[in-house]
């Protein structure tokens, strides 16, 4: 099974939920007395003091009961009548993609098959894996250590977070894994890694935790563990152990620009996996909170721009119409610093925050303001899915934005359907950046449309140069625009060069 992660990085990740770790050693040259010529330098010898490498074999003893290999049967697709390898395989696929049908030969549909990992958690026989490992089967096998074979009811998946919850009946209890505390985790921790990579169930991995709270590109709730541990294709859903034998981890990804493992994967951490199997067994699905806001990482031009102390919290771009921000009375500009008693350092914390509370329940919003603190008491609606909005630009540039480096252009009804903007958006549309300008060092894009410059809003061409050539006047100065992109609302800190 292969996972696609993010565009951003989709030159390096294999999706399949894997990573590598090869351990290696060093060794050291010393020269001879009687080899050395000249005034070469002799070197020292280095001595080191000899320690002990944990053993792995009792741990892997003892849990390998529980970690069992999953068979999906997904649904059936056309393939070569006449490829020699087996359905759905990757080298299924090269044969097709490569040499297609031959002449006289019909087009068949077959089910493709794919393997994953996955680990009981109560002796009921509740197992845990990836979404992406079950996401279009047909029918899901459950393979235990003893070689049973079982049938697997898939109970619930989060795509979210890409935790799977399935059933399997086995007549009688089984073993099962204990979710440990993953926030224990620190990097340099040994762990031990057991799946079914390319097929070879009960293959144990070991190395350490490379780093914590990772953000690979897949969603907002990204709160990887990285590890070196060994992973590869097949490893997907299966269980990431600290050494008192408690699961600390569900590997998902591995980032390798070769598909295989080359020291470099990530597991999602058991804190959030307990949450999300806790709600799939109650409720067949994952509720979360809805706020109603867009929100964009602080930069340091952005946080001088809003006077703010320093680039942390999370900047509201856009706030939806009758959603539970905008009944709240939050606003863009606004920076949103805490949920609760927990710290909104960036998007993703004030994502997590929100994702983890209950529709229907009120949380305390700390926000900075203006440069002063508020607070705000939000009623959460619950989270679902919507169509993103796009656009693209175009107008005929009628003044220019001065020091500022931009072409600007009135609201044309033409303008208005190709950027998707609402009937009511007034502002300037930008149609042109002059290279290497302070417009262009922010990132302003052609067809982006500012619709406020340094907290004022602006509603047309005239009032948008006036008040880009107002605020530029001062050297140095770092300049707030609030934005339309793509249909959604963001800020933008444009900083002007210090003059003599």
Do not use: C
């Amino acid at each position: 099974m292969t996972r696609p992660i993010s565009r951003r990085l989709r030159a390096g990740f294999a999706a399949a939920l894997m990573a590598g770790t090869a351990l290696g050693g060093f060794a050291f040259w010393q020269g001879h007395p009687a080899n050395a010529q000249g005034n070469a330098i002799s070197v020292p010898a280095i001595t080191q003091t000899a320690v002990a490498l944990p053993g792995f074999a009792d741990l892997a003893a003892r849990v390998r009961p529980a970690v069992v290999t999953i068979t999906t049967t997904e649904r059936a697709t056309q393939v070569s009548a006449n490829s020699p390898f087996p359905p759905g395989s990757e080298q299924d696929q090269l044969f097709r993609r490569h040499f297609g049908e031959q002449p006289g030969q019909q087009p068949q549909r077959r089910p493709a098959n794919a393997l994953g990992s996955g680990f009981i958690v109560d002796a009921e026989g509740t197992v845990v894996t990836n979404n992406h490992v079950i996401r279009n089967a047909a029918a899901v096998k459950v393979k235990l250590e003893d070689g049973r074979e079982l049938n697997a009811r898939v109970v619930g998946r989060d795509e979210r977070t890409d935790i799977a919850v399935l059933k399997i009946d086995a007549g009688q209890p089984l073993p099962f894994l204990a979710l440990g505390d993953s926030n224990t985790a620190r990097p340099g921790d040994w762990v031990v890694a057991v799946g079914n990579p390319f097929g070879l169930g009960g293959t144990v991995t070991a190395g350490i935790v490379s780093a914590r709270g990772r953000d690979i590109g897949v969603g907002p709730y990204d709160d990887f563990i990285q590890i070196d541990a060994s992973i590869n294709s097949g490893n997907s859903g299966g269980p990431l152990f600290a050494l008192d034998g408690s699961v600390i981890g569900v590997n998902t990804a591995i980032f390798s620009p070769s598909g295989g493992s080359v020291g470099i994967g990530f597991a999602i951490p058991s804190n959030m996996v307990r949450q999300v199997v806790a709600q799939i067994q109650a409720n067949g699905r994952v509720e979360r909170g809805f706020l109603g806001a867009s929100t964009q990482p602080l930069t340091p031009a952005l946080a001088r721009s809003l006077r703010l102390a320093k680039p942390e919290g999370a900047l509201v771009g856009q706030v939806e119409p009758e959603s539970p921000a905008a009944r709240a009375g939050l606003r863009a500009g606004d920076v949103v610093t805490g949920v609760n008693e927990a710290t909104v350092a960036n998007p993703r914390d004030l994502a997590r925050a929100i994702g983890e509370a209950r529709p229907g329940s009120e949380v305390k919003l700390r926000v900075q303001r203006d440069g002063a603190p508020q607070e705000l008491r939000v009623t959460l609606a619950q989270l679902r899915d919507g169509p993103a909005a796009a656009g693209k630009p175009a107008a005929e540039a009628e003044s220019r934005g001065g020091p500022v480096g931009v072409a600007l252009a009135p609201i044309t009804p033409q303008a208005r359907q190709q950027l998707n903007l609402p009937a009511n958006a007034a502002g300037a549309v930008v149609a042109g950046i002059r290279p290497q300008s302070p417009a262009a060092e922010a990132g302003l894009r052609e067809g982006d449309v500012i619709i406020g410059v340094a907290g004022r809003d602006v509603a047309d061409v005239p009032a948008a140069v006036g008040a880009l050539r107002e605020a530029a006047r001062t050297p140095g100065a770092a300049i707030a625009l609030r934005i339309l992109r793509e249909g959604r609302s963001a800020f933008v800190a444009v900083e002007m060069p210090a003059q003599g």
